[in-house]
Every structure is written in C-alpha cells, then in structure tokens.
C-alpha cells in the first residue's frame, strides 16, 4: 500500500523550508569573496538580474514538476515521460556526493561558532589555525559526526513537524542576526568606502568573468539542479501559489546574500584594508577571525556570524538529506526512519576520507588536485550544470513549458519569460559555465 505523502502546513512552511535550503555556505560564504572578486555593485547587479530571470525560470521549473507529479526527482520524470527518467538519476545524484563535503565544512563552521561562544576568538585569528585544525586526524571528524548526526536528527522528525518547524525559527533567527552583525559593521570608521565598492556599479568592472561568476554562484545559492526543490515542490499543496512563493524565496536568498556582503566586504576595508579580499574562500575561515579579533566588539560579532553561518550550514544539509531521503522512500517505500539511519551511516563513511582529505590524507592527488576539492569541482562545476541543462531542454522541447506555465499560474507576461529563458537563454548560459569550467580546469583559461 502506498503511504500518503508528506505536505508542508502551507506557504509559509514551504517558503521558509525552501529559502532554508537557498540560503547556505553559498550565500555567507562563497557570495561575499565572488562579489569582491568580480567588481562589488557590478558582480551585484549582474546577479540580481540572473536571479530575476534565469534562477527564477529553473526554480519554477522544478517545483512545478514535484508538485505536479507528487514526487522525488526519479519518480518525478519517470511519471512525466519515462524515456528521460536518466535526468532523474543524474540530478538525484548531486545531493548523493554534496551532502557528505557539506557536513563536512557544517563540522568546521560548528567549531568556529563554538570557540567564538567560549571566547577563544583570538586563538582563531592566529596565523596557520586553520590549516592546523583541519589537518588534525581526530579533532574534524568529531565536528563532522557531531554536525552530521544533528542533520539527521531533525529530518528524522519529518516534513511538517521536523524540516518546516525548524527552518520556521531557523531562518528568522539567522536574518535578523545577519541584519544585526551587517549594521555594526557598516558603523565601523573606514566601513563606507567597502560599502561604496559593494552598493555602486562600476561599468568598467564588467566582463564575461563577471557574468560567469555570478552565474555560477546562482546555481549553487539557490539550490537549483539538486533534486531539492523537485522534492520540495512534491510536499507543497495545491493551494499555494506557486509563482508569489518562488519570489519570496528569492526574495529571501537574494536578501541573505546581500546582507552578507554587507557584513563582510565593510569589514574587510574597515580592519584590513581592498588587498584582504584576494583570500578568496580563505575569507570565512582565515580573515575574519582576524578582522573580529581586531574589531571593537568583535568577539561578540564573531560569536553571532559564526551562529548566523551554522544555522545557514544546517537548514540546507537538512535540505539535501530530506531530498536524498525522499528519493529512496519513492523508490523502495522503506520507513523514514529506516532510510535516515541508513544515510547517516553512508554520509559518515563518505565523509571520513573527505575530512582526512585536507588533513593525513592531503598528500593523495587525482589529477593534481586533493580528493575533496576534485569533488566539489565535478559536482558544483559539472554535474549540477549538466543536470541543469538537460532538465532545460527537458521541459522546453521535450514536456513543453505550457503544462508547467498552467501549473506555476504565471501570468502572459511571465510565461513568455519563462519559456524563452528555458528554451534559449538558460542553456547558452549553462553551456558557457560548463565550457569555462572545463578549460580553467585544465589551465587553459585563467578565472
């Protein structure tokens, strides 16, 4: 017998659930040190207007195809047409190989959180902490188990009682803290001039590098060609307005992701100076525990961004396991509880060589680069692009958009949108990623 499937209560749970996702590592992260990169206010606006259009169209795209079939991203395409059930298994995949690294960096982001709460700030901003910390055998991996066994635990409770009750205070919490640290930081002497370079687009800043970047970054910030939207939309009622909750998740990535270039790019020229941002994804984990060991204050804003970057870390790993459950509940019909035991036990073992992988382990290269970073290459770089693409051209030549136009309720304007981004503009823009990917992969072209 079949079981009845699992619903958020409404579009509150459901908007929140599914920014809870959007917004992650990527948002805190990743999107301040790109934005720094590639021009502030121009990086800023070229993504806006990505996000408006491109990530838009995808996100509609899949969850109308979850709440249309009431599935998971496999049993989804199968019911859709069952010659193209391979997309289903290419995009099941990704959260299969994310979840494990995300836990992994979920465990170092614990850590930090916890010794800025126990006033060992200072000891984070000593030069080589890092890298000391995650080339320790022991110590990463109790993080990592401790993280993981916490993801686990809440998606165990369930759709309604477990993901949506805790995204609902989650994600308030962690905007407000956000809101709070980017305030204080754009009140420091000298904070203006970053705020300046981040708010104010420079045209001279502009290039295909930008767009690229920017592009990029909106696959990984808003959770697209995962699988988890597609699951999401398949617990979403028919009542809810589809097209208004995807602007609000937008809405509310968008706006993560803007205060927290607020809170870090100000920060940056306030304490360190422009030449601090070249440290890349070393920001996070090496020149901030700097900065706020500098800052007045700063052991309690280190404390709380820390707080805000744990919970961002754990509503999207509860996002992937819930997808990743979801997937085999479809396919096998096993119990949520049977199945969640089961995926921690695979992650946990995934994730050991991944955590080992910077530390005892970091001298095992393929193709000249450590394990976890060839991984992250080929999921967030290949893989998620790849599942992109053909779920575009899946529902742009092969389904039609139509179906999913009339299940979205968009209205002309948005649907002849829709159907060009899907049809045409998403997939040049894909291909342009993959192709750049491949070739700053192999040297050719420097990024």
Request: overall charge positive; aromatic content about 12%; some cysteine.
């Amino acid at each position: 017998m079949e079981q009845k499937r699992s619903t958020f209560s409404g579009r509150l749970g459901f908007v929140l659930a599914a920014a809870g996702s959007a917004v992650g590592l990527g948002n805190i992260w990743r999107f301040p040190y790109l934005a720094a990169k590639y021009g502030g206010g121009m990086f800023l606006l070229v993504y806006l207007v990505l996000v408006m259009t491109v990530g838009f169209s995808l996100m509609v795209a899949e969850i109308a195809i979850g709440r249309r079939t009431g599935r998971s991203a496999i049993g989804a395409f199968r019911a859709l047409n069952r010659r193209y059930t391979f997309i289903g298994y290419l995009v099941s995949a990704v959260p299969f190989f994310i979840l494990p690294y995300y836990c992994v960096v979920g465990g170092w982001v614990a850590k930090y959180w916890a010794a800025s709460t126990l006033g060992r700030g200072g000891l984070l901003a000593d030069s080589g902490y890092f890298d000391a910390f995650v080339s320790r055998p022991i110590e990463p991996l109790v993080w990592f188990f401790l993280f993981l066994t916490l993801t686990a635990l809440l998606v165990l409770t369930g759709v309604e009682k477990g993901v949506e009750k805790v995204c609902k205070w989650m994600m308030p919490v962690q905007a407000v803290l956000s809101v709070l640290v980017a305030v204080y930081v754009m009140l420091l002497p000298g904070a203006g001039e970053g705020v300046a370079y981040y708010l104010k687009p420079d045209l001279s800043r502009f290039s295909i590098r930008t767009v690229l970047a920017a592009m990029g970054q909106m696959f990984f910030s808003m959770s697209l060609a995962m699988g988890v939207m597609i699951t999401y939309g398949s617990y979403m009622k028919e009542e809810v307005n589809l097209h208004t909750a995807v602007r609000q998740i937008e809405l509310f990535d968008t706006g993560i992701a803007f205060v927290s270039g607020l809170m870090v790019v100000p920060a940056v020229f306030a304490v360190a100076g422009p030449q601090a941002l070249d440290t890349g994804p070393g920001l996070m984990f090496v020149t901030l525990p700097r900065l706020f060991d500098r800052m007045p204050g700063g052991h309690l804003v280190g404390t709380v961004f820390f707080l805000s970057v744990l919970l961002a870390a754990l509503t999207s790993t509860i996002s992937m396991m819930e997808t990743v459950v979801s997937i085999l509940q479809d396919r096998w019909g096993w119990s949520r509880r049977g199945i969640c035991v089961a995926v921690w036990a695979v992650v946990l073992l995934a994730g050991v060589p991944l955590s080992l992988g910077y530390g005892p382990w970091s001298g095992f290269r393929v193709l000249d680069r450590h394990f976890p970073d060839l991984l992250d290459f080929m999921t967030n770089q290949i893989l998620m692009p790849v599942a992109a693409l053909l779920t575009c051209l899946f529902v742009g030549y092969a389904l039609g958009p139509r179906s999913l136009i009339e299940e979205a309720r968009l209205k002309r304007g948005e649907a002849a949108v829709f159907t060009v981004v899907i049809r045409y503009a998403a997939p040049v823009c894909i291909l342009l990623i993959l192709l750049t990917s491949l070739l700053s992969f192999f040297g050719v072209l420097q990024i």
